[in-house]
């Protein structure tokens, strides 16, 4: 095994540029950065550091089977950005932005500012997004608890699962499900062709829909009716609905928005 420690200031950065094997992010103490490398070809990986960002990167004037196993401990608050072939990619530590690319790779990650993912065939899962997040996929799944900022997420075959957007979504699936828990933002525009669509929505709205499906079920909650019918509408928050299926079904439900 190879151990590389480097000292970061305000602004840590970590790049990564590693075609296939295992990458584990986690959280250091302090402002440092710390770099654990083993497995085949772990010899032709050169790490450096530029400034305040550590640099992982394969020696191209290098050949050889390759399947390095790499553990880094990056402080709060990390950019990290990484390009890879089928890199499987794990972070439990608190983040900045995130820029992640594998063709087959899985990405999972805990917590992140904000992000850029895209994979061809992996998943993509994380915890909470803070800001704005887009992601892409071919035929992996997503799978997201909490996403704080506009979510662009696109699945060519792949289910999309967001348990709670607390901004602008828009999603898009050929064949997959997509499921949204709880839409609290002022926009939600979900297609898909052959999958089907289930999103929730809190109490106290007023609901700007569009929705319609070829030959799907469309399934809307019940109305309500209460005693308060003289609260004046400019107090509710106007949310623009567009949910469009071709085969698959539609439900929208009362979510709850605590």
């Known amino acids: 095994m190879s151990q590389y420690t480097f000292a970061i200031g305000s602004s840590p950065g970590l790049e990564v540029r ?3 094997g295992r990458l584990d992010i986690v959280e ?3 402002r440092s950065i710390t770099v654990d490398v083993r497995g085949r070809g772990a010899e032709n990986l050169v790490v450096e550091q530029n400034g305040g960002t550590v640099t992982i990167r394969e020696d191209r004037n290098r050949f050889g089977d ?3 196993s790499l553990r880094v401990a990056v402080p709060k608050g990390t950019a990290v950005d990484i390009t890879a072939a ?3 990619v794990y972070a439990k530590a608190s983040l900045d932005r995130v820029n992640a690319r594998t063709a087959s790779g899985e990405l999972d990650f805990e917590d992140i500012g904000a992000g850029e993912l895209r994979s061809a065939s992996g998943d993509v899962s994380f915890e909470r997004c803070g800001g704005r997040c887009q992601i892409s996929t071919a035929s992996g799944d997503v799978r997201a608890e909490t996403i704080g900022g506009d979510a662009i997420i696109t699945s060519a075959s792949g289910d999309i699962r967001i348990e709670r957007a607390e901004s602008r979504v828009e999603a898009k699936s050929a064949s997959g499900d997509i499921s949204i828990g709880c839409c609290s933002g002022n926009s939600v525009e979900v297609v ?3 999958g089907d669509v ?3 929505l809190p109490e106290g709205r007023i609901v700007e829909a569009s929705i319609d499906s070829l030959s799907g079920e469309v399934r809307l909650p019940p109305r309500r ?3 308060t019918g003289t609260q004046d509408a400019g107090t509710k928050k106007t949310v623009k609905l567009r949910l469009k299926t071709v085969s698959g079904d539609i439900q929208v439900r009362r979510a709850d928005n605590n």
Do not use: C, Q
């Open 18 to 20: 590693v075609s296939s």
């Open 28 to 30: 250091s103490s302090d």
């Open 66 to 68: 390759r399947a390095v």
């Open 86 to 88: 089928s890199l499987d």
């Open 192 to 194: 898909s062709m052959s």
């Open 198 to 200: 289930v999103i929730g």
């Open 225 to 227: 009716t209460t005693n």
